[in-house]
């Protein structure tokens, strides 16, 4: 919920607060978040990958399974220290089922395309770190897989994307490993 701020409207007139609702207040430090479509065949990779780390039920990791985009993502990320934000591509440069492991700078610059009604993942990442940095992940790292058909209606994936599965949960959790790891040794400094 934005709330108008109570500021120096003659200065910043737009000027905006965020209504937090609780999201600092998170118990877990880690999101994993799968975006996409249950019905739209290879489209519902990321939610397949994050619902697999959510049924090995891991301690600090909280999981969702979202048919979000643009700035809807926020309210999801807020409050963690790390997001791994796990979704289908289609670039057509690789083979389906190709997990592609993307830093926000890397992702930014290979996805471009948005409705002209809303803002892409990416642009929508930029927003929140300029308007609430404080709320935002340190960290946010994707895992994308390459898919062959996110246009026909079916809950079945194709078989080279349902295979790879497997391999982007691997890389989530090694991405949240290498980062508790660096959390850790930090702490230790």
Not at 43 to 69: F, N, P
Not at 108 to 125: G, M, Q, R, Y
């Amino acid at each position: 919920m934005i709330i108008p701020s109570m500021g120096n409207h003659d200065k910043f007139p737009w000027t905006c607060t965020v209504d937090t609702m609780g999201l600092t207040d998170r118990e877990a430090s880690i999101a994993v978040v799968g975006l996409g479509s249950p019905i739209m065949c290879d489209d519902a990779v990321g939610l397949r990958i994050s619902q697999s780390i959510e049924d090995m039920g891991l301690d600090d990791i909280d999981c969702y399974q979202e048919a979000v985009g643009g700035l809807d993502i926020l309210p999801v990320i807020h409050g963690y220290r790390m997001a791994v934000i796990a979704d289908a591509i289609q670039t057509g440069e690789y083979e389906p089922g190709t997990v592609m492991i993307f830093t926000e700078e890397d992702f930014a610059s290979k996805i471009s395309e948005a409705s002209s009604h809303d803002v892409n993942l990416p642009t929508a990442i930029k927003i929140g770190r300029q308007m609430d940095p404080d709320l935002m992940p340190e960290r946010i790292v994707y895992v994308a897989v390459e898919v062959e058909d996110i246009k026909t209606v079916t809950e079945t994936m194709t078989p080279k994307v349902e295979a790879s599965v497997e391999k982007g949960r691997e890389a989530v959790l090694h991405y949240i490993s290498e980062f508790r790891k660096q959390a850790s040794s930090n702490r230790n400094s």
